[in-house]
């Protein structure tokens, strides 16, 4: 077993970190036509359908991104135990995990909102734009996790010159 590394967990941190935001614009893409009604706000018989839509889309929202921390915090576990780190770094990084949802990172939208303009380079529609974003940012996150696969196996000593 093998020391804590801070470094490591700072990657794994921000990989999670970047799946999540993409999972939780996959989401915001599959529930387009919901985002489009709520966004209209008509004020009708049917405010009731309306706080219905928007209680299930907010729950919804917290499934999907402790669904992604889950499904992150398996794949991180699963390679820090194939790569023998020590079992503390998972821990650390599940603690860290845990503190992303109550201070609000996710649902505040610090990175989506540069992700909005990203997206609607390619496409006016919320659905397309969103779906952009999403894979984008997931293939942010997958590369900060193989990032961490890499950093121990990238040193000068294990290098053939």
């Known amino acids: 077993m093998r020391k804590i590394k801070p470094k490591l967990i700072l990657i794994q941190w921000l990989g999670i970190f970047f799946l999540i935001s993409g999972f939780l614009r996959l989401f915001y ?11 209209t706000g008509k004020e009708d018989f049917h405010s009731h359908k309306t706080l219905l839509i928007l209680s299930d889309f ?3 929202r917290v499934y999907w991104a402790f669904g992604a921390y889950i499904f992150g915090m398996i794949i991180i576990a699963l390679i820090n ?4 780190n020590h079992f503390l770094n998972t821990i650390l990084l599940l603690i860290l995990g845990f503190a992303i949802f109550p201070m609000g990172l996710l649902f505040r939208g610090v990175i989506s909102n540069y992700f909005n303009q990203f997206g609607g380079l390619f496409s006016k529609d919320y659905t397309y734009a969103f779906l952009i974003g999403g894979l984008t940012l997931i293939i942010i996150g997958s590369l ?8 121990e196996t990238n040193t000068t000593h294990n290098s053939s010159l």
């Open 144 to 151: 900060f996790i193989w990032k961490s696969i890499s950093t």
């Open 29 to 39: 893409s599959f529930y387009g036509t919901e985002i489009e009604y709520l966004k």
């Open 58 to 60: 907010l729950w919804y």
């Open 81 to 84: 135990w194939n790569k023998k």
